[in-house]
């Protein structure tokens, strides 16, 4: 809160206020690591897809398009950055698969969120895009989500499975999936049949005609 009122240039009373409203209007979300109950590791997420995309894009080129020249600037001012933006629209994409539409996870589902902390052995910060908690808090499902033009490879299993060294995961079964805008290369994807990790491609994410949620 200090960090959000400081570079608003409010007092955090007054900040508090403002954030504890749009939490209630469903515009922000307020996250702390899955399973962890630390103060200290509090961040706000802007979870209304709109006010995102409006803050991100519109607000900054609204010069543009009342002025009619939206066409002109799309590809600088929005198509370059478009993966970025969607990293954090892939993640919720890939929790609501795994809420709804993945019918054979390897575990009974029970809280979903993400995790951060610092690893153990090199000190360095660490970040999981994607934790499962089974009710018995016995197993979980780690994931790494990735929206980019070119098929996942190797480095990102292990960067993931790096970060799971981090993760208190008190003697859990562990499974991994990796869900990719463009899928994964063929070395990743002959490993992952091996080796039980999850491959999910965007176009396996997207309903079907004759699903409804």
């Known amino acids: 809160m200090n960090e959000v009122s400081t570079k608003v240039g409010l007092d955090s009373a007054t900040c508090s206020k403002y954030i504890n409203k749009m939490i209630e209007l469903g515009i922000l979300h307020k996250e702390r690591p899955l399973g ?105 499902i780690l994931g790494e989500c990735k929206y980019r033009n070119e098929p996942v490879d190797m480095d990102t299993l292990k960067h993931l499975q790096y970060a799971a060294e981090a993760f208190p995961n008190k003697g859990r079964s562990v499974y991994y999936y990796l869900f990719s805008k463009t899928g994964f290369t063929e070395r990743l994807i002959k490993y992952g049949n091996d080796k039980g990790v999850r491959l999910v491609t965007l176009d396996e994410m997207m309903p079907t005609p004759e699903y409804k949620l």
């Open 36 to 140: 962890e109950s630390s103060s200290k590791k509090i961040y706000y997420r802007i979870v209304d897809q709109m006010f995102r995309f409006w803050y991100r894009f519109v607000a900054s080129n609204v010069s543009a398009i009342v002025s009619g020249r939206i066409e002109k600037t799309f590809t600088v001012a929005i198509e370059d950055h478009l993966n970025h933006y969607m990293g954090a629209v892939f993640e919720d994409m890939a929790k609501q698969y795994l809420l709804f539409r993945d019918e054979y996870l390897p575990i009974d589902m029970g809280e979903i969120g993400q995790w951060w902390g610092t690893h153990s052995i090199d000190r360095k910060q660490v970040q999981i895009d994607i934790v499962v908690l089974s009710p018995d808090n016995k197993s979980v």
